[in-house]
Structure formats: structure tokens, C-alpha cells
T-cell receptor, first 115, second 114 residues
Framework: EAGVAQSPRYKIIEKRQSVAFWCNPI?????LYWYQQILGQGPKLLIQ????????DSQLPKDRFSAERLKGVDSTLKIQPAKLEDSAVYLC?????????????FGPGTRLTVL | AQSVTQPDIHITVSEGASLELRCNYS??????LFWYVQSPGQGLQLLLK??????LVQGIKGFEAEFKRSQSSFNLRKPSVHWSDAAEYFC????????????FGAGTILRVKS
């Protein structure tokens, strides 16, 4: 079974530029998550989708971050414009839905450096 | 709100020695508890989880963890560390009431010396 795919793996941009990350979850997984992992910290949930609807985006900086999952499969996270403090690894995860708990499977992440 | 504290930022152990990584959580009820491992350039891999029942849980790669409600702790242990265990370890808490959301600790970097 293929895992969660993310691209690109690395991205370097200058502040005020825009950037987009792509995630393809495990086939059949209804729930998709984007996490931000700043160096020296644990991952922090930015947004959670169930199919193509947003379940939780309470920690997403909506003035500059946006995310979509139009067909309920793959997803794109965008930052526009980027700030220095956005330098981090952006992790995508997916899980099946239903049941009392569903294990989240993580992709390798995209490492963003903002100069 | 849920929170997780991992008091040790770095730990160094000798190969073959025992290991214990500490994790304390804050949550009103009994949460779901997890340990993940992250090797450089890799995503997070689930080592083990606790939902209910036996408070000592076994995971992959020879790891185990013990849930202690009275101490709000979920410490990770391994009796004999291998050089390949060098990585960063994250404790996380989740609750169904929070919609499958995970809250992570800041992580502990494990170094193994030969």
C-alpha cells in the first residue's frame, strides 16, 4: 500500500513570495491533515479535512495560509505572502474515518526555508 | 485544552543501555496517548498507542510505554538501545471529543553512543 505522498520535499523562497505544497493521501482515507513543525517544536495542526470539507482550521493563519481539497482526495496548502517565521517542515497526514480513533499516517514532509 | 510536556530536549545513552523518555500530559479525562518516532528526513512513525485497558503497552522495535494516571505520565522505555534508535521521539495526546486531533510534545532527541 502506498503511503502519503508530498511534494516538493524542499523549497527555498524569499519572504513575501508565495509557495504551494501538495499532498496525496493514502487511497481511501477520508481525513487529511496539514501540520506545521517548526525546528525544536512538535508538529502543530493547521487544518483538518473530512472528504472535501474543513473540520478544524482554528490554528491556520488565514491571512496568509489557505488550503483546499477540492475532490476529497489530494490537497494543496498555500502560503501567500511568506514570512521568515513560516520556515518549517509541513507534514501531511491521512486517516480513515469512523470508529473511536483512526491512526494517522504521515508523509515525509516538505521543508520550507524562507530567506 | 490538551497539552503534552516532554521535559528532556536531548538524551544520550550508550548502545545496549536502557532508555526512558518522559512524557506528561494534561487532559480532563483519560486521553488517547501515542509515541511517534521521526528519523531525519522521514515522516512520523507510530511506535505505540494507549487507549484503555492494560497500562503497559508494547510497541514496535522493542519499545514499551506505561500509562500512569496518578502521575499523568506516559513514559517510553526500551531495555537495550541500538544505534539505529537514534532519532527524535514525540509524545502525543488525542481525544475523540477533539475530532481525532493530535497534540504533540516538543520532542526528545535521542543520541546513541557506541
Amino acid at each position: 500500500e502506498a503511503g502519503v505522498a508530498q511534494s516538493p520535499r524542499y523549497k527555498i523562497i524569499e519572504k513575501r513570495q508565495s509557495v504551494a505544497f501538495w499532498c496525496n493521501p493514502i487511497s481511501g482515507h477520508a481525513t487529511l491533515y496539514w501540520y506545521q513543525q517548526i525546528l525544536g517544536q512538535g508538529p502543530k495542526l493547521l487544518i483538518q479535512f473530512q472528504n472535501n470539507g474543513v473540520v478544524d482550521d482554528s490554528q491556520l493563519p488565514k491571512d496568509r495560509f489557505s488550503a483546499e481539497r477540492l475532490k476529497g482526495v489530494d490537497s494543496t496548502l498555500k502560503i501567500q505572502p511568506a514570512k521568515l517565521e513560516d520556515s518549517a517542515v509541513y507534514l501531511c497526514a491521512s486517516s480513515s474515518a469512523g470508529g473511536s480513533w483512526n491512526e494517522q499516517f504521515f508523509g515525509p514532509g516538505t521543508r520550507l526555508t524562507v530567506l | 485544552a490538551q497539552s503534552v510536556t516532554q521535559p528532556d530536549i536531548h538524551i544520550t545513552v550508550s548502545e545496549g543501555a536502557s532508555l526512558e523518555l518522559r512524557c506528561n500530559y494534561s487532559y480532563g479525562a483519560t486521553p488517547y496517548l501515542f509515541w511517534y518516532v521521526q528519523s531525519p528526513g522521514q515522516g512520523l512513525q507510530l511506535l505505540l498507542k494507549y487507549f484503555s485497558g492494560d497500562t503497559l503497552v508494547q510497541g514496535i522495535k522493542g519499545f514499551e510505554a506505561e500509562f500512569k494516571r496518578s502521575q499523568s505520565s506516559f513514559n517510553l522505555r526500551k531495555p537495550s538501545v541500538h544505534w539505529s534508535d537514534a532519532a527524535e521521539y514525540f509524545c502525543a495526546v488525542g481525544a475523540r471529543e477533539y475530532g481525532n486531533k493530535l497534540v504533540f510534545g516538543a520532542g526528545t532527541i535521542l543520541r546513541v553512543k557506541s
